[in-house]
């Protein structure tokens, strides 16, 4: 074979090469394949170009790419810094806005790289359209926003979970609470704010309901960030993706501590009412008892029935003073005991000087009188014919402002033992009116007979 033929079949090859180049470079419609030369010029434009950028070859042949880059792009030098970065690097990525013959504009994903045969021959540029992911992350990106800002302004705690059960997300309402970070909750750093005796129930209500991928509702106690503890109602439903794939629980919590308290005060006051009309009951029957047993005839009897029922009356009338007007402590006393005096004597014992009574005060002496009187009744010095009662009351100074010292004693009646446990009636004058009175008292079973005492501060 001579050199020319040689030679010839070598321009043939190379010519087959470059025509199967041109193939391939054309076949890749989604992709824009340039070269470009030394300086930077178009040396190659396939359809995958064109149907991108929308110019044909023939009109970027020999140009700068510096044309399809945007405005602010093109102040910058982005072409020539690209080139100085392949040339460093190896490659440059080229992730930005770009424009279109039309002048719209598409988001690219790509990279120019360094061409070599030994020596560098030119640049290769690859660009793809990826305009619809980028509008998608966008989209994704502002849903989240939007979400996250809803959330945030939720007077609840907002909360999601990923597949597995984990706290992926919660909501700024999460810090006002319990003064941390909403972070800290994500995981299972939530746990640390239930209370440890329901934290279990809590734990099985959740997963039953997750693992059946079924409705989650629970009410569970916390410790706010004052160490409070605050009742909760727990609520979550499952997510799903738009092809039906569990993606974890959309859940919220509700503080219901008010409606907790109202709920238990409101169970306080149906008991009291129970025990108040059975001891009302208890009490017209020992009247009734006493009076029948004491009168001389019939005729007397109904007498003193009826004035004892009436003197009733009118202490529970005290008790219905509810911000009305106060009282002189005398009155609330008298009116207490009237029910319960012997014909002709007394058996009571009353020392103590004017006070008045603001109307929540007057009340609550009022409601334990009527209780010591009841079980001094039933069981204490009035159950016997012998039995005597002191009621005494001064006023103290403290740096508090005034105080009210008053003492119940019973004498005379029956021996007194210690209970085996504490009564409604009893639990109700230790805590109820210590609690309305903002003070204290004490209750003791003396052999001798029930102490009760009481010290409270004199509102003005």
């Not at 210590?434 to 008292?441: D, P």
Request: hydrophobic letters at 40%; a negative charge; one cysteine or more.
């Amino acid at each position: 074979m001579t050199d020319v033929e040689q030679l010839r079949r070598q321009i043939t090859d190379l010519q087959s090469s470059e025509v199967l180049l041109s193939a391939v470079l054309n076949s890749a419609t989604d992709y824009a394949i340039i070269t470009l030369d030394l300086e930077g010029r178009i040396t190659t434009w396939n359809t995958g170009a064109r149907n991108i950028l929308g110019w044909d070859e023939q009109e970027v042949i020999g140009q700068y790419t510096a044309f399809f880059f945007i405005p602010e792009d093109q102040v910058a030098g982005v072409p020539q810094d690209e080139m100085s970065k392949a040339l460093a690097e190896g490659r440059a990525e080229d992730e930005r806005w770009h424009q279109r013959k039309d002048g719209s504009r598409f988001w690219t994903n790509g990279v120019l790289m360094p061409l070599r045969t030994g020596e560098l021959r030119g640049y290769l540029k690859i660009l793809r359209d990826r305009t619809f992911r980028r509008r998608s992350e966008e989209a994704l990106r502002e849903s989240e926003t939007r979400f996250r800002h809803m959330a945030d302004s939720a007077p609840g705690l907002i909360w999601m979970t990923d597949a597995m059960g984990q706290v992926t997300f919660a909501n700024r309402h999460y810090e006002h609470m319990f003064g941390c970070p909403a972070t800290e909750m994500l995981g299972d750093g939530w746990k640390t704010t239930i209370l440890p005796e329901d934290l279990e129930t809590h734990q099985t209500a959740f997963w039953t309901a997750f693992c059946a991928r079924q409705p989650f509702r629970t009410e569970t106690r916390v410790w706010d960030k004052h160490h409070r503890v605050r009742w909760l109602r727990c609520e979550g439903v499952p997510r799903l993706s738009d092809t039906g794939e569990f993606l974890g629980y959309t859940g919220c919590n509700v503080d219901i501590t008010e409606a907790k308290t109202a709920e238990e005060h409101l169970r306080l006051l149906v008991n009291e009412l129970n025990h108040r009309v059975k001891n009302t009951l208890a009490t017209v029957q020992s009247i009734a008892s006493q009076t029948l047993r004491n009168a001389a005839t019939p005729t007397a009897a109904r007498a003193a029935l009826e004035q004892r029922l009436i003197a009733l009356s009118r202490a529970h009338d005290v008790l219905t003073r509810e911000n009305w007007e106060g009282a002189d402590l005398w009155e609330v006393v008298g009116q207490a005991i009237e029910p319960y005096q012997g014909q002709g004597e007394s058996r009571f014992d009353v020392h103590g000087f004017n006070v008045r009574l603001p109307p929540q005060m007057a009340l609550a002496i009022a409601m334990a009188l009527q209780e010591l009187c009841t079980n001094a009744v039933k069981y204490g010095a009035l159950s016997n014919a012998t039995g005597r009662i002191g009621i005494a009351w001064t006023l103290m100074n403290s740096p508090d402002g005034p105080r009210l010292e008053m003492c119940w004693e019973e004498m005379g009646g029956p021996p007194v033992s210690q209970p085996q446990r504490r009564g409604f009636g009893t639990r109700l004058i230790e805590r109820s009116l210590a609690q309305e009175l903002n003070g204290t008292v004490r209750i003791e079973f003396a052999p001798g007979g029930v102490v009760c005492a009481l010290s409270a501060p004199l509102e003005e």
